[in-house]
């Protein structure tokens, strides 16, 4: 046998007996054995370096040599879920699913597990590119780091995989390797991993892949895309995706009513605890891609799954003090100091009171035994207060009254709970907040300038607003402490980048009370310069479709400020983009103007979300329930009965996919 021949047999066993040990847990072979085939393996490549391959088993080990990790854009982006706490939501959404669907589903539960997103590509059965979920729409490479995780397959086997699809999990570190890691830590003398989903996220970023080997990541795989699925169902692909070679977990289970979709909630809800990785709830898809395409997204989350998180821990520890923050808009946010205390894998010392009425509410007092939850297991809080451990208090708390940064009193709008520093212009932290929104990744995406260079451009005089990022100057940047002449390059080329930000990504940026990337979206298409916006009363806003009186009263308020004028002045000057690109305006039509229409059904040819875009980019609004106005229904297969009983009634139309496409042409 050549050693050609040799080294493929060579790698063909040690995928095989890689596959057998790590994800069927059935070894063939002794470690001893294994590791010897490794070595023979890896003295062959270097004798034959013109047979080098990037799947190859020798890749598992890493590499001690440093790089740097370049973003990818996802094909398809990596939206978050839609988080629910209880039962009772988790029957809305079965119940909003069944309403839109108005035919038999299943749901198919999932362990939640706690680790870093991954999305790996595949073609021709071989791992060509590992992402991080990053931002949602891009993220970065760590292929090199991901092909040392043995639980996943380099090259697949048996049959049947598309010539090219992408399969999603979580990159996990079990509690065993967790705890062995910080032990060696704290030997070292070295900080230790608050749990084990800082420890994955962070050891899969190292750029060193030798290291990130010896960390023994694991991983599991949960949702499979591609244009040639082998099936419609998303349990049935996983099935398939075992294998090939995929490790995916044996709880996830198909549901078809709510009592089965509760009994594996209470089940894990238990059994969590005794299981190797940490897990912090339950994901709940519909089955079907189709019925999936049909029910649609929206601007953050899919509508066909939710996350059912457990129920968070709660601790009991003394409340030492109440401080203030305050944010980029103003608002100013009462936070509690504690003693600190362990909570779900982390040590808490400061919880958030979110405003008055909670402070009110809760009657707390400086000394007070507080009970502190994780809302979500992210955000800790103060849920209660064990009265009768009250024992020598301190002074009652009360909301501040004044600015805590710049002592301008605080003011509170009828209707709203939060308070705000009423001195929008000069508030230091509502300056900084501001800037650091503005350059933030879903705004100008300047991404050389993150908080600590914002707080060491503002300190030191060189930037007082958004519109002084682009009068900045290399030279200037260089007398800065721990600048050098890189970093000042790499901050003029970003801001210089960042004028081709299209028009609907500069409103966000410029953080108006209220308005978000979707409603930033919306008021573009709809005004399409930033004239016309500023130009535009209450009345004129609210005709827009989705802009209630809030957010319209807030964007007239925005611009009735001449600081906000003068600013806008300064950053046309600059070149940013105050006008929707050509080709948005060119796509435009006025076919459905003045024509309100309801979607209802499920569709064949394009998904809702996609149908809705049609009417908006059209000239057309969308409305969600049927009424004399209604012009039409875009009515697919299986419409909703009270919504075909209501249209009857009124004498509203009804409108195929066929039709509807045909008005558009």
């Not at 990818?72 to 009772?88: Q, R």
């Not at 699913?97 to 991954?118: A, H, M, P, Y």
């Not at 299981?275 to 997204?297: E, H």
């Not at 005089?461 to 030279?475: M, P, S, V």
Request: aromatic fraction near 8%; include cysteine.
């Amino acid at each position: 046998m050549s050693h050609k021949e040799r080294i493929y047999e060579l790698r063909e066993l040690l995928h095989k007996h890689n596959y057998n040990y790590y994800i069927k847990n059935a070894p063939e072979i002794s470690d001893i054995e294994f590791d010897t085939l490794m070595r023979e393996l890896q003295e062959l490549e270097a004798l034959h370096p013109e047979l080098d391959d990037e799947n190859s088993p020798t890749r598992r080990v890493g590499s001690d040599l440093t790089k740097e990790f370049t973003q990818v854009a996802h094909k398809y982006p990596m939206l978050s879920l839609g988080n629910t706490y209880s039962k009772a939501e988790v029957a809305d959404f079965y119940d909003r699913v069944k309403r839109s669907l108005n035919e038999d589903f299943e749901i198919c539960c999932e362990l939640k597990f706690d680790g870093t997103s991954i999305s790996l590509t595949y073609e021709n059965g071989k791992l060509i590119r590992a992402v991080t979920r990053g931002d949602g729409e891009k993220g970065d490479d760590v292929t090199a780091n991901v092909k040392t995780i043995r639980t996943i397959p380099l090259v697949l086997s048996g049959e049947g995989y598309p010539d090219s699809f992408e399969i999603r999990g979580e990159i996990l570190m079990p509690w065993e390797v967790f705890d062995e890691l910080n032990a060696e830590r704290a030997r070292q003398g070295e900080q230790l991993f608050a749990n084990p989903r800082n420890a994955a996220s962070g050891t899969i970023k190292l750029q060193d892949s030798a290291v990130v080997a010896k960390r023994r990541l694991d991983a599991f795989l949960y949702y499979m895309l591609g244009e040639e699925l082998p099936a419609d169902g998303h349990y049935e692909n996983l099935q398939r995706a075992a294998k090939w070679g995929f490790k995916i977990s044996d709880t996830t289970k198909k549901c078809t009513t709510l009592e089965e979709i509760y009994e594996f909630i209470d089940y894990f809800d238990s059994a969590r605890k005794e299981l190797p990785y940490a897990t912090d709830g339950v994901v709940l898809k519909v089955n079907s891609i189709r019925q999936q395409r049909n029910l649609g997204y929206t601007s953050k989350s899919p509508r066909w799954a939710i996350a059912y998180k457990f129920q968070a821990e709660r601790a009991l520890t003394r409340l030492n003090e109440v401080t203030y923050q305050v944010g980029r808009t103003g608002v100013v946010t009462p936070v509690a100091n504690l003693d600190p205390v362990q909570l779900s894998g982390t040590v808490v010392k400061r919880a958030s009171l979110h405003n008055a009425d909670i402070i009110e509410k809760l009657d707390l007092y400086i000394g007070d035994m507080v009970y502190v939850e994780k809302g979500g297991e992210i955000i800790p809080k103060i849920t209660g207060v064990d009265v009768d451990a009250r024992f020598l208090l301190g002074e009652k708390v009360k909301f501040a009254t004044k600015c805590p940064v710049c002592g301008a009193p605080l003011m509170r709008s009828q209707g709203e709970a939060a308070h705000y520093c009423s001195n929008e212009v000069d508030c230091p932290p509502q300056i900084k907040g501001r800037i650091e929104h503005f350059v933030s990744r879903d705004a100008m995406n300047i991404d050389s300038i993150g908080p600590e260079t914002v707080e060491l451009l503002f300190s030191s005089g060189l930037i007082k607003n958004i519109a002084d990022l682009y009068t900045l100057e290399a030279n200037d940047l260089l007398l800065l402490p721990r600048m050098g002449i890189k970093s000042a390059e790499n901050i003029i080329n970003s801001v210089r980048e960042s004028l081709s930000v299209p028009f609907e990504r500069v409103l966000f940026a410029l953080g108006i009370r209220f308005v978000g990337a979707t409603v930033a979206k919306r008021l573009a298409r709809t005004f399409v310069t930033i004239d016309n916006l500023m130009n535009a009363d209450v009345e004129t806003l609210v005709a827009t479709d989705e802009i209630g009186e809030r957010i319209a009263g807030s964007v007239v308020d925005f611009f009735n400020k001449d600081s906000n004028r003068e600013l806008i002045a300064r950053l046309k000057t600059a070149g940013l983009k105050f006008t929707l690109d050509k080709e948005v305006v060119e796509n435009k039509t006025e076919k459905l103007k003045g024509k309100s229409i309801v979607i209802s059904g499920v569709f064949e040819k394009h998904s809702r979300d996609e149908y809705k875009e049609m009417i908006e980019r059209n000239g057309g609004k969308n409305v969600g329930s049927v009424s004399k106005s209604t012009s039409f229904i875009l009515a697919g297969a299986n419409m909703g009965p009270s919504k075909l009983e209501k249209a009857q009634k009124l004498g509203v139309a009804l409108v195929g996919e066929d039709e509807f496409l045909l008005m558009l042409e």
